[in-house]
């Protein structure tokens, strides 16, 4: 059972656009939601996340979007650019213990110059 | 300072054949996982630590072990290879009180191993 389900599965965006990423999740038990930025042949890196008392967080290009009745989250780049061509992926995690992360299935995000 | 290290980058197995994955972290993380990344299905947990000595189950821990000997090492074994085991597997490290301390439960990966299991 996927508990975070994560849309589109590939996105192809024109430089300078915006990109919007989609997570929806089941667990009402999940209470930190970061989104990680992974390039070909490397590692995830943490890019940005948000805690449930908030609605948005921004920083920089990058913005999470949560609402909290709906069980959604979304990552918006703004003014996208070529090196931000990556795959990414949103999770989620409960507090406490050992921070065991639920992931989505990743979007590969390509921006077009 | 080097942050999360994999051993090896590559490896091709034969089915039955076994092999171990080392992980090694400098940056004195209490808190170890291995994941397995194949296409469609983004990450997901094998085994993960919460300190030397300690080792639990994640969400797809069969055929697959685990040890701890040491806080800075973490082992990921295959005892019998199998053709659904080819994957991409990834080890990363986390301190235990950063959610408490900087609000984040920030995860460090390393830059993966590439399993082939024919």
């Known amino acids: 059972q996927q508990q975070v389900k994560q849309s589109p599965q590939s996105l192809i965006v024109q430089k300078g656009g915006i990109s919007i990423i989609n997570c929806a999740y089941e667990n009402t038990a999940f209470d930190y939601f970061p989104w990680y930025q992974q390039f070909p042949g490397k590692g995830p890196a943490l890019l940005i996340a948000i805690r449930p008392d908030v609605s948005e967080k921004k920083e920089g290009r990058f913005t999470i979007s949560f609402n909290k009745s709906a069980k959604q989250f979304s990552l918006h780049i703004m003014d996208s650019q070529p090196g931000d061509s990556a795959t990414y992926f949103c999770?989620?995690?409960?507090?406490?213990?050992?921070?065991?992360?639920?992931f989505g299935q990743g979007t590969r995000l390509t921006i077009n110059p | 300072n080097a942050g999360v290290t994999q051993t090896p980058k590559f490896r091709v197995l034969k089915t039955g054949q076994s092999m171990t994955l080392l992980c090694a972290q400098d940056?004195?993380?209490?808190?170890m996982y291995w994941y397995r990344q194949d296409p469609g299905m983004g990450l997901r947990l094998i085994h993960y630590?919460?300190?030397?000595?300690?080792?639990a189950k994640g969400e797809v821990p069969d055929g697959y072990n685990v040890s701890r000997l040491k806080k800075q090492n973490f082992l990921l074994g295959l005892e019998s290879a199998a053709p659904s085991q080819t994957s991409v597997y990834f080890c990363?490290?986390?301190?235990?009180?950063?959610?408490?301390?900087?609000?984040?439960?920030?995860?460090?990966f390393g830059p993966g191993t590439r399993l082939t299991v024919l």
């Open positions: 999770a989620a995690s409960i507090k406490g213990g050992a921070q065991k992360l639920v």
């Open positions: 990363a490290s986390s301190y235990r009180l950063a959610r408490d301390l900087y609000g984040t439960d920030t995860q460090y």
């Open positions: 630590s919460v300190g030397e000595g300690t080792t």
């Open positions: 940056m004195n993380h209490e808190y």
